[in-house]
T-cell receptor, first 113, second 113 residues
Framework: GAGVSQSPSNKVTEKGKDVELRCDPI?????LYWYRQSLGQGLEFLIY????????KSGLPSDRFSAERTGGSVSTLTIQRTQQEDSAVYLC???????????FGSGTRLTVV | GESVGLHLPTLSVQEGDNSIINCAYS??????FIWYKQESGKGPQFIID?????DKRQGQRVTVLLNKTVKHLSLQIAATQPGDSAVYFC????????????FGQGTRLTINP
């Protein structure tokens, strides 16, 4: 596609449930990033994929968070046993190489009730 | 620790005036800097970038200035328009280490008619 696509755009879930957030990067972009943005805050790095290299998971806040990238394209961020503090906008971005700027998707707004 | 921050959380200017948004960074090893614009409900949008071998770069109505001596970055927007109202983030990337952008907290720019 022309841009980074994320789905769903909004997700409301009950505390304790698992959620999956999807990101479709720009075709040909080898680098893919997940960030989290809490209300009125900056962007918090979560995880980074570059080609076939092992992902940089240094930003994942707990072991309830995981992500995978299948076939070097689509990525899924999974949050298990969601907590209220997980409520935020989850942003995905991709870049043609890691040395360039990112193109962001519109994000998934997650609300845990 | 490493951080990218902004001097002012909010900025209001009259339509047609010029605006300057400032950013301080703490890691002298950073070699790549980007300004992003984020409108309500959307993902951050790339505005302009600059590498550490430059001190100034111009785009359409925007100029980024980099002062490596004092580790300061600024975004100048000329002849502001209502559509410039948004939150602006600076971000930096380190030349060594993890290939991810570190974002500041953001400045909300409001253009008054």
């Amino acid at each position: 596609g022309a841009g980074v696509s994320q789905s769903p755009s909004n997700k409301v879930t009950e505390k304790g449930k698992d959620v999956e957030l999807r990101c479709d990067p720009i075709s040909g972009h080898t680098a893919l990033y997940w960030y989290r943005q809490s209300l009125g805050q900056g962007l918090e790095f979560l995880i980074y994929f570059q080609g076939n290299s092992a992902p940089d998971k240094s930003g994942l806040p707990s072991d309830r968070f995981s992500a995978e990238r299948t076939g070097g394209s689509v990525s899924t961020l999974t949050i298990q046993r969601t907590q209220q503090e997980d409520s935020a906008v989850y942003l995905c971005a991709s870049s043609i190489q890691s040395n360039y700027g990112y193109t962001f998707g519109s994000g998934t707004r997650l609300t845990v009730v | 620790g490493e951080s990218v921050g902004l001097h002012l959380p909010t900025l209001s200017v009259q339509e047609g005036d010029n605006s300057i948004i400032n950013c301080a960074y703490s890691n002298s090893a950073s070699d790549y800097f980007i300004w992003y614009k984020q409108e309500s409900g959307k993902g951050p949008q790339f505005i302009i970038d600059i590498r550490s071998n430059m001190d100034k770069r111009q785009g359409q109505r925007v100029t980024v200035l980099l002062n490596k001596t004092v580790k300061h970055l600024s975004l100048q927007i000329a002849a502001t328009q209502p559509g410039d109202s948004a939150v602006y983030f600076c971000a930096e990337k380190h030349v060594r280490g993890a290939q991810k952008l570190v974002f500041g907290q953001g400045t909300r720019l409001t253009i008054n008619p």
